[in-house]
């Protein structure tokens, strides 16, 4: 994974997550939130490069399928995440451990959902390669609106 397309994830993710906020930290402008997991604070700079201690969580693990696409995605410190990994990821995909982890965490990422803050320069949202294909995901209804407008 490319670097920038990485800090862009991470930023992406930041922005559509109430808890992350722009502060002043150590005397640096940062972003500031929460781990999807333990709540305690992580942080990103303004370019997505990630806090010594944030890392990116997929809540369907990578080792089942679980892919780039935004809503398989959260921020959480490394110690969670690590633990998850060792904890969860070798079981198999009905294991109810790990369905039980995985419910709770799509729960949290949506009670936290928001539109990006306007005034955050948020590059190119990336693509999500793994994700299922394009056709699968309708246009919003506005631009179907828009779509049929043009064609008249
Ligand atoms: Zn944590």
Known sequence: MSRPLHHARLLWCAAVDRTWRRVDHRGRRCLMGKC???????TLGLDGT???TTTLEHIVPRTHGGTHAP??????????????????DGRPIDDPTLQRVIRTLRTRREDRLRSPPPD???PPQPP???AE???EDPPA??????ARRRRR
């Open 141 to 146: 209804d506005g631009a179907k609106r828009r």
């Open 36 to 42: 999807i997991h333990c709540n305690r604070k992580i």
């Open 71 to 88: 809503e398989n995605l959260a921020l959480a410190c490394a110690r969670c995440n690590g633990q998850k990994g060792v904890r969860l």
């Open 50 to 52: 990630p806090g010594p």
């Open 128 to 130: 999500d390669t793994l």
């Open 133 to 135: 294909p394009a056709d």
């Open 120 to 122: 955050w320069r948020l």
